[in-house]
Each structure stands twice: as structure tokens, then as C-alpha cells.
């Protein structure tokens, strides 16, 4: 069976302290539920886990992998609540949660950050067993993953489409 885990980064700073960019959260959540849709349109069991909160609620981002036919509106009704604060690194929350995903699932991670706790959890996950994907949405250069990881540099991509609309909107 195919499954996948979308996973969203909600972090767009290092360090809480310095605030989010929206733009980065917003081009973040729309790689998520882009790869969301992708996979369950094949038939994917699709799954989401965060480390950002939903706007009503205090704790991390869950939905178990599942191709029933409700699983993608409630994915992406998850994603349009996820708030600008997280609720820990995500790399700690990886650690903690690899057990629950479905063994064999690839995991898509939708990052605008790669501190290099967060490389060495995909290098980490990627070594157990699963396949990661990065969508990297970041404005600047990312680092250098594991040969086992893949990433995608989607930031110039999504810069692209956002002057392409500017320019429409004139």
C-alpha cells in the first residue's frame, strides 16, 4: 500500500522570539496541502502531522494515514487552522512521533526552515526505513541534505507565481 505523511513545519524563524513571516507560513501550508491533494488523487493513504497548532487548540497537528473519502477535506481544513506559532522544534517532535507513522510511508516535509537538528531527524528517518521528501519553500539556499533525502526547491517556484499574479492584479 502507498502512504504518505505530509508533515508541515510551521516554524519560519529559527527562534520564537523573533516573530513568523506569513508569507513563508502561507507558501508552507500551500506545499503541504499541494502534496496532500497530489497523493490522495493516486490513491495514497494520506496522513498530516505538524508541529504547528491549529488557532483553537494548544497542542500539535495529527491525522493518522487514511484513504477514506472524508480525509482530504478534513487535511485540508487542518492545514487553513494552522496557526503562526508551533509548539516545539521540529525535529524534537520527529523523534517522538517516527514510531506512529505507517512503516514504508514516505514523508513529505513542507519546511521553509533546515536548522541541522531538523536535517539530522530526515537523515535519522530516512535511514529507518523511510522515504523523505523535502519541499523547501525557503527564500534562501538550503543546506546540504543526505544523498537519502530528497529535496525540492520550491521558494523561486512559489516567488514566481506570486509576481506572476501581482502582475495579473494590475
Known amino acids: 500500500t502507498h502512504n504518505l505523511v505530509v508533515i508541515l513545519n510551521a ?12 508569507d513563508l507560513l502561507e507558501k508552507t501550508v500551500t506545499a503541504a496541502a499541494s502534496i496532500a491533494s497530489y497523493a490522495f488523487e493516486r490513491r495514497y493513504g494520506v496522513g498530516l502531522f505538524s508541529n504547528g497548532t ?61 536548522p541541522e537538528e531538523l536535517v539530522n531527524a530526515l537523515d535519522y528517518l530516512a535511514k529507518r526505513s523511510h522515504k523523505v521528501v523535502v519541499l523547501y519553500v525557503g527564500d534562501d539556499t538550503p543546506p546540504r541534505l543526505s544523498p537519502d533525502v530528497l529535496l525540492y526547491e520550491l521558494g523561486p517556484y512559489l516567488a514566481s507565481l506570486d509576481q506572476s499574479q501581482a502582475s495579473h492584479a494590475r
Do not use: N
Request: net charge neutral.
Open 54 to 114: 491549529p488557532l483553537l487548540a494548544d497542542r500539535p497537528l495529527k491525522i493518522p494515514s487514511s484513504r477514506d473519502p472524508q480525509q482530504l477535506p478534513v487535511i485540508l481544513e487542518a492545514l487553513a487552522t494552522v496557526g503562526p506559532f508551533s509548539s516545539g522544534p521540529l525535529a524534537k517532535m520527529l523523534a517522538q512521533e517516527a514510531v506512529r507513522f505507517p512503516q514504508g510511508a514516505t514523508l513529505a516535509v513542507a519546511t521553509a526552515l533546515l
Open 11 to 22: 516554524d519560519t524563524t529559527k527562534y520564537v522570539w523573533e516573530g513568523y513571516f506569513p
